[in-house]
């Protein structure tokens, strides 16, 4: 079965569990629920067969969360390891049966960034050590290539200023830079998965992410604005007006609102120097 649990409705964030049987939707009640969060990382760990979640950001409050928590079929269970990472949200998580642990990867921590990479053997959590790393990378996805045998990490759609996300594999104790000849657009909060049945991974949907700020990131997807504060005090999303965003201007870089003009077809979305200048 597929566990479907968190998120964000339209009520705040949830805590509700729910399993697809490959034909229909089930709510369950679990003695124990899962917090209410999102952003959180989740992966199967299937050398103990629970569903590892991580992090995320508390309904409410928002404030980031360093827990781990793990679902046996039945119930939800916090866990207590020894060590674990800095609370976090937006973490890439996927299963490496390899090396039969579970990964994790970047993430925003409160009021920065984190590229570290960190491994789940299934009683506790450590901090790996690659020679190379990819750039942060907030909200990107994981998945295991049987081709390679190594965890694919596409491009996420919050970067470094400067660096392309690109494509990422890792292999048990070190990233290393794929140069696929296709790749898709960058883009965070895509859901990807192994399709078992032709060996191929499957990546859809996402944000597509155009603008990173000090204070905040905004995303857009089929022209909606989404506002995202570092520091996770709020999140806020709907519609506002479609030609509306903000950006750094003047020489300390405050947030100003900015108009896009959509009109200029030609000009891709990441341009945003082409609308008129902020006021």
Known sequence: QLILVGGTT????????????????????PATPAPALFGAGIATDQASGNVILFGGGSGGSGLMRNWTWAWD????????????????FGASMGYDPTNEEVVMFSGATSGATSGDTWTWDGSNWTEESPTISPPFIGAGSMAFSPETETLIHPGGGVMEAGRKAGTWS??????????????????????????????????????????????????????RLILIRTKMTFWTGGPPPENLGVAPRGEKNELHLVLFDFSLSSAPLDRIEAGTPGY
Do not use: C
């Not at 339209?10 to 009640?29: H, K, N, R, V």
């Not at 079929?73 to 976090?88: N, V």
């Not at 192994?194 to 603008?211: A, H, N, Q, R, Y």
């Open 170 to 223: 890792w292999d048990g104790s070190d990233w290393s830079e794929l140069h696929p000849a296709t790749s898709p657009p960058a883009r965070f909060s895509a859901s990807m998965q192994l399709d078992v049945t032709s060996g191929k991974i499957l990546l859809f949907g996402g944000l597509l992410l155009f603008l990173m700020t000090k204070a905040y990131y905004v995303a857009l997807t089929n022209k």
């Open 10 to 29: 339209s009520g705040g964030a949830s805590g509700e569990t729910w399993t697809w049987d490959g034909s229909d939707w089930t709510e369950l009640s």
């Open 73 to 88: 079929g039945s119930t939800w269970t916090e866990l207590s390891p020894a060590t674990s990472p800095p609370a976090r």
